[in-house]
């Protein structure tokens, strides 16, 4: 589920926890693209560090980053980062983000924080 969505510096910082499904990472992007500032965000860190499994086979990934896809439309300089260090929820991060590599966003994988906060602020 959804842990808490908040503001982090010209981006957004999203928490997940227990169990996560398509919808509510369908849910999440809506949220996201709701946000009057959307089409302003920098980055958007997703952290999976509570996340006990990611319940998503190959086909609803793609739908994921199809949907991706048409909001990177409305934001194409967005930065994207994925963080797990649980070897399920990262391989399945990097699935996304192989399948999403030809679109507009900056998208990486990693399994360390440090790292990622670092890369969204270069």
């Given at each position: 589920?959804?842990?808490?969505?908040?503001?982090?510096?010209?981006?957004?910082?999203?928490?997940?926890?227990?169990?996560?499904?398509s919808?509510?990472?369908?849910?999440?992007?809506?949220?996201?693209?709701?946000?009057?500032?959307?089409?302003?965000?920098?980055?958007?860190?997703l952290?999976?560090?509570d996340?006990?499994?990611?319940?998503?086979?190959s086909?609803?990934?793609?739908?994921?980053?199809l949907?991706d896809?048409?909001?990177?439309?409305?934001?194409?300089?967005?930065?994207?980062?994925?963080?797990?260090?649980?070897?399920?929820?990262?391989?399945?991060?990097?699935?996304?983000?192989?399948y999403y590599?030809?679109?507009?966003?900056?998208?990486?994988?990693?399994?360390?924080?440090?790292?990622?906060?670092?890369?969204?602020?270069?």
């Open positions: 589920m959804i842990k808490s969505i908040r503001d982090d510096g010209g981006g957004v910082r999203v928490d997940l926890c227990g169990v996560i499904t919808g509510e990472l369908l849910e999440m992007g809506d949220r996201l693209e709701s946000r009057p500032d959307f089409t302003a965000l920098k980055h958007v860190l952290v999976f560090s996340v006990e499994d990611l319940a998503l086979n086909n609803e990934i793609y739908s994921l980053v949907n896809r048409r909001r990177s439309e409305l934001n194409p300089s967005l930065k994207l980062a994925l963080v797990s260090d649980a070897s399920l929820v990262f391989g399945l991060s990097r699935m996304y983000a192989s590599s030809d679109g507009p966003w900056q998208v990486m994988v990693f399994s360390d924080f440090v790292e990622a906060e670092a890369w969204l602020k270069a």
